[in-house]
Structures are given as C-alpha cells and as structure tokens.
C-alpha cells in the first residue's frame, strides 16, 4: 500500500513538472510580454487616477488618506533615526571617556601610593582626593556636554531625504 | 478476482493508514504552529527592522555569524522549531548568531531603496553585532536576496568581515534561467514597470508570492502528494505544517528597493559588472577579500547555480570554494544541523577559542 503513495508521489511530481514546464513555455512569448506591459502602463494609469480622485475627495468628506497616514510614520521613522543617530553618539562619547578614564585612575593611583609614602597625615590626602575626584567628574561632564553640542550628528542631523511625491514631512 | 481483492486488503496495514489520515486531518484543522522558538534576544530595532542576538549555550568560535535573509519571505525558516533549525544548529556547534530580520514593510515603507538596505540596516547591525559582540571580525551569511544585498555589503563594507557566504543568492543577471523572452523586453524598455510600481508603492504580499509562483512553480500540488505519503510520520507532518506556512508567509516588497533591483540586476547586471553604485560608492564585487563559500542546490529552480556560480571569478578573495549541494531552494535555510560541508569550511576559519 505505501508503494502506492510513493508512486501517487511520483506521478504527482511529474504531471506538475509538465504542468508547470508547459506554463512557463507558453508565457515565454514575445506577444504575451508586449501585452503584459501594455497591461501595466493601463492599469498604472487607471490606478493614478483613482488615487488622484480619491486625494481630492478625502478633503471634503475630512477623511485620511494611506498617504497622509504614510507621511505621519515617515516623520516617526525619521525621529526615530535621530535618536538612534544620538544613542551612536553617546556610545562613542561613553567609550572615549572609558578609555580617557583608565590611564587617569592608573595614573591617580600611583601619584596616591607616592603621596602615601612622602605624606603621613591621611586625613589631607583623602580630602585633597575628594577634591579631585570631583573635579574629574565635573570635567568629565563638561566634556561630555561639550562633544554633544559641537556634535554635527546630535543637532544637525540630516533630515530623512525628501522622495519625489512627499507632501509634507 | 474476489480472492486477489481480499489479499489486497489483508496487504493493508490499516493502523498506519488511521494515522496516516490523522495527520492528513491534523494538517488542516489545527492551528498554525509555533515558530522562531530558539531564545533571542533583540539588541538593535529600526523601523520594523531587528537585530536579533542568539547566544552560542557554549561559545566555541570567536568570529560570530551575522545572518541576513531575504526580504520576499520571514526569516523564520531558519529557526522552524528546535531540531528543526538551522540558528539552533549553529548555537550548538558554538557560533554566536545575529540575525537581521527586515520585519513587514508597510505603505511608509515604499522609498526604502536597495542603497538604504545595505548602508542603514545591514551596515549599521554589523556595526552593532560587533560592538555587542566584541570581536574583531564577523561572518556573514546571506540566503537567497540576502545573499545579493550580503555581496552588495561586502563590496562596499569598511568592517572587517572574515568570511562571506552566499547560500543560494541570486547575484549574475546575464543568462536569465525562465522568461527569456520577458527579460529581453524589458531590457528593449517595451515593459514599463516603474510607474504600476510608483503606483502601488509598496508591493502587495500576494503580488510578491504570486511572482516567485511564476518564476518557480506556476502550480504547485506536489508537496500534498509528499505528505500524503507520510502523513503517518508526526515529525516529519510537524515540519511540513511549518514549512508549508513559510512558504505562504511573502511579505510586501519596497517598491522603490524592488524598481532598482529590476533595473540594476535584472536589467542591466550591475553587480556582476562593476558598476552598480550605492550612495555614490561604486560595489564592485572586486573588493570583496573575505572568504568566501558560495553555495547553489541541485534543484534549485528559482535561483540556479548559474546565478551564483561566477561570483567565485569576479573577487578578490584568495580562498574561495564554490559547493554544489543536493536538495532544493530552502534545503539549506531549513536544515536542522550543519550541513557536512559546512561543517568543515566554517569552524577553521571563526577562529576557535
């Protein structure tokens, strides 16, 4: 009985191969291409007008058209390529701070061991730490805010370009 | 007469035809299954685009896979269930997997062109796969348009790809292998596809399926009789339902991208010439130094080897192997372990740890 369903299988494989071989043979045709595009610059047409009809009707009967939908999640898009430009920005301010930081605290740490050895008093040397620390974190800020608005990605980032046809966004 | 017919009968094996019926049944009531089940996570959205993150159980490679797929079907047929799929496959075997799933483009979406495609969201997540991962260089594997816009990349790519594989893509144009004749007409400009595709903007679904329909398999039964045959073997009607629901999952298609496809490739065969331009850099094939694996299937009808086969002569690439491999145009999206051969190619050169 399985021999039955592999030879349903088989022929099956076979009646479509021919099927399909006779299809494409036939539609391979100079004619039937040259209709085809005529169908196509028809039907493009028809649709041009439809749509043209249909844009002048959406303002009387106050209705959305897919293009005006369309428009409204461009700019969405665009906004959304601009943060994404940003969270770029930020990574690299992040990583070139990670990286400015490193050889601060190494060298930091053997300026301490050194102060630790010529100075006693570990009061003084905690405070005066403190201070620069501090200072380390403010510059650090000022650096970061200092990058992000010379940045030509963060405030001038190039608006999505304008497609022939936009309305508006 | 009476005789024959009662051996005949007594020849049936009538329990396995109750669950060969069973599964025939199963087919078409059930609901449609669970796919994409390999756990992910995604570390990159753009529009409808994500970069999905497939951590390796065990990390054995340090070059990890960044997967592009099509953009006429949902990537889903590489991870069709677990033992079913080709992510899970190279998780176990140790590779870390990125995926860049294009996501279902909508009417927004119809300006979108090929040079977007590769420059803001294949370039972009290759920059973020490697950020994310760590490593100095990246394979990237592209099935069947993932494959052309995968070389496109490569040709103009300013990271560091160690290895290219292009499974199944059709990227030379020259010797179209159906419609000849439709090809030479638009070629002579007597088919004027711009302005129905200005038209619809983005292309219908069905539209795109009923095109790949026509190109392939204008009619197409013969997977019932496949299964029919063993409809009694559950595994294997699990993995038909799922490949059977990929196969009618297209997606709407760019209008702007799919014109500049026609006209690029289609048309004029820009990439396998020299000189197709995206943003004002030319992708020259010539530029691509990776690695490179381009592999084609016996009884592929939608992109045959001769589409891919001369990519090995027009780059760079000192190494370069081109596999000829049996099966059919998902065969290798679809596979649920590694293939022999790239078993062998791929882990010598993802330096392993």
């Known amino acids: ?169 | 007469m009476v005789k024959k017919n009662k051996n005949t009968l007594r020849s049936i094996n009538w329990e396995k035809e109750k669950k060969r019926w069973e599964g025939m049944k199963h087919v078409f009531t059930e609901p449609a299954p669970e796919v994409g089940l390999t756990p992910r996570k995604a570390i990159w959205k753009k529009n409808k685009a994500a970069l999905w993150y497939y951590e390796a159980p065990e990390k054995k490679y340090n070059v990890p896979l960044f997967l592009v797929y099509s953009l006429v079907n949902q990537p889903f047929i590489l991870d069709l269930a677990p033992g079913m799929s080709m992510i899970e496959a190279f998780i176990n075997e140790g590779f870390d997997v990125y995926l860049l799933d294009f996501g279902i483009p909508g009417y927004e979406d119809k300006d979108i062109t090929i040079d977007d495609y590769v420059y803001d969201y294949i370039q972009k997540a290759v920059k973020k796969s490697l950020r994310h991962s760590g490593a100095d260089e990246v394979t990237v594997i592209g099935y069947c348009l993932g494959g052309t816009l995968a070389a496109m990349y490569a040709a103009i790519a300013e990271e560091p790809i160690k290895n290219l594989i292009l499974s199944v893509a059709p990227i030379d144009f020259s010797s179209p292998p159906v419609y000849d004749e439709w090809v030479k007409q638009l070629r002579h400009g007597t088919i004027e596809y711009e302005k129905i595709l200005d038209m619809y903007g983005t292309i219908p679904a069905r539209f795109i399926e009923a095109g790949m329909r026509i190109a392939s398999y204008p009619i197409y039964f013969s997977h019932y009789a496949s299964l029919l045959q063993r409809a009694d073997d559950k595994e294997y009607v699990e993995k038909w339902r799922r490949f059977n629901l990929w196969t009618k999952n297209h997606i709407p298609f760019s209008g702007a991208a799919l014109k500049q496809l026609i006209t690029d490739l289609g048309k004029d065969n820009k990439l396998m010439n020299g000189n197709l331009m995206l943003r004002q850099k030319q992708a020259n094939l010539s530029n691509i130094t990776a690695n490179l694996l381009v592999v084609s299937t016996t009884f592929d009808t939608l992109v045959p080897s001769q589409m891919s086969a001369s990519v090995i002569d027009a780059v760079s690439s000192a190494d370069k192997t081109f596999k000829m491999v049996d099966g059919g145009h998902a065969t290798l999206a679809a596979n649920g372990e590694l293939p022999d051969f790239l078993a062998e190619w791929l882990p010598q050169r993802s330096e392993p740890i």
């Open chain 1, 1 to 169: 009985m399985s021999d039955s369903y592999k030879d349903l299988k088989k022929l099956a494989f076979a009646l479509e191969k021919n099927i399909n071989d006779t299809i494409k043979k036939e539609l391979n045709n100079e004619n039937i291409a040259k209709a085809a595009g005529i169908a196509a610059k028809t039907h493009a047409r028809f649709l041009r007008s439809l749509q043209e009809y249909s844009e002048i009707l959406s303002a009387p009967l106050n209705i959305p058209t897919k293009k005006d939908v369309s428009n409204i999640a461009k700019l969405i898009i665009q906004l959304e390529d601009k943060i994404d430009n940003m969270e770029e920005e930020l990574i690299d301010v992040k990583e070139l701070l990670q990286n400015k930081q490193s050889p601060d605290v190494s060298l930091q740490d053997t300026s301490h061991n050194s102060k630790k050895k010529q100075d006693n008093s570990q009061q003084k040397e905690n405070k005066g730490k403190d201070n620069s620390e501090k200072k380390r974190h403010e510059l650090k800020k000022l650096m970061a805010l200092n990058y992000l608005l010379t940045s030509s990605a963060f405030l001038e980032t190039e608006p999505h370009q304008r497609k022939k046809g936009e309305r508006n966004g």
